[in-house]
């Protein structure tokens, strides 16, 4: 599929004097984070700095495993939210380099995403506000790297994706309702892959699991009645490495760092890769930037047990569908500002959450409950906010 966001979003009409981005810009009040050394930003650091630092800081950077700030650091602070603060250190961001997607601890006996999430879920539990950020799978597919690994060692993706589902459906049993999930960079571009000379296997299988997990991420949100929103990462990658110059860089084939002698080369975010697995924080910026716009902006819901926080003074929001011929009213608030229950057809029903969301000058609706209400809607939904 081309649209990558799992919320159903339509064109809607939106007439309001009220501005609702300040109110708008608290609807997500904590950011949790889940993975691999994609996003740890000390935890393995802060395990190990006694005896062998991993990984060394400096060159890295305050232990994230990069020379600055990483993909999920730099999207939380577009949210106006944090993950740049280790669990280990009383933060919200739980991952742990060499993780993997499953329950368990890796072979260098951490954490996996499973342990991660069991972690959180013994000192906390989620709430309204909360949005889980999980990124994990590519260390799945390297079981065992040294020298001997061949292609026949690597993890089958429906083996990897299974993992990954197990921990969305933890923490959605555990009441989480909205989840941010990266696919992943195809593996064989790696400096490692490529000295192994395995791009071509790890090529494959990286683009069979994005294709399972595209999948996968529709069945989940309507199996488990969660919001999931899936970044492309995989694609905004592979527009920097097919054209690197258009985005400041000039080297995408070597590392900037030396990770015998610890040497970095002067000009390390011109650079692609800074290490054999990971990207430079310069990369990091370009991908999070490139898929924040697959990230609904400023979206809040209500439902019937609660009073709208968003539009003081205004006593009612109503949601129609129009054909160009016929209006039909889907839902319309109590004078309060709750959402009731509301019937479309024989078929499709709406029921109690809903969000309006704005972007630019174009707002729009999102069904965030019955996605089947879209099934049999081509055309769009109109919402009208005023004094009825």
């Known amino acids: 599929m081309t649209n990558q966001n799992h919320q159903s979003i339509t064109n809607i009409s939106f007439q309001s ?33 006694s005896t062998n630092p991993t990984p ?28 740049s603060t280790p669990s280990l250190a009383g933060g919200d961001n739980y991952a742990f380099g060499t993780a993997e997607t499953g ?31 999980i990124t994990a799978g590519s260390n799945n597919f390297f079981p065992d790297i040294d020298e001997e690994i061949i292609p026949d060692n690597i993890a089958t993706p429906a083996s990897v994706l299974e993992g990954l589902t197990e921990n969305i459906t933890t923490l959605a049993d555990a009441g989480a309702k909205n989840f941010i999930i990266p696919n992943i960079a195809l593996l064989g571009s790696l400096p490692y892959a490529r000295n192994q000379g395995i791009s071509d296997a790890l090529n494959n299988a990286s683009t069979e699991f994005n294709s399972l997990l595209d ?24 527009q920097i490495q097919a054209n690197p110059s258009a985005f400041g860089l000039t080297n995408v084939t070597e590392t900037a760092l030396n990770t015998e002698t610890l040497n970095v080369v002067p000009n390390p975010n011109e650079y692609f890769w800074w290490d054999e697995f990971h990207a430079t924080t310069a990369v990091s910026s370009l991908v999070a930037r490139g898929v924040m716009d ?9 439902s019937d047990t609660e009073s709208s926080p968003y539009f003081p003074g205004v006593q009612s929001v109503s949601i129609s569908y129009d054909d160009y011929e016929t209006s039909y009213s889907i839902a319309y608030s109590t004078e309060n500002l709750s959402n009731d229950t509301f019937n479309f057809g024989a078929t499709n029903e709406y029921l109690n959450d809903f969000a309006i969301g704005e972007s630019s000058n174009m707002f729009w609706f999102a069904d965030t409950e019955q996605k089947n209400i879209f099934e049999e809607i081509e055309n769009s939904l109109f919402v009208t906010q005023g004094y009825f």
């Open 17 to 49: 004097e009220v501005s609702s981005r300040t109110a708008l810009n608290t609807q997500f009040t904590d950011f949790i984070t889940f993975g691999d050394s994609l996003a740890d930003v000390g935890n393995l650091y802060i395990t190990t700095r």
């Open 56 to 83: 060394p800081s400096p060159p890295y950077a305050d232990g994230r495993f990069s020379n600055g700030e990483l993909v999920p650091e730099i999207i939380a602070k577009e949210l106006g939210l944090s993950a």
């Open 103 to 133: 329950s368990g601890f890796s072979d260098e006996g951490l954490p996996n995403v499973g342990e991660q999430i069991k972690a959180y879920l013994n000192i906390d539990a989620p709430a309204k506000g909360d949005i889980f950020f």
């Open 215 to 238: 999948s996968k991420l529709d069945d989940l949100e309507n199996e488990l009645a969660i919001n999931i929103i899936e970044l492309d990462v995989n694609s905004e990658i592979a």
């Open 294 to 302: 697959e990230i609904p902006k400023n979206t809040v819901g209500f």
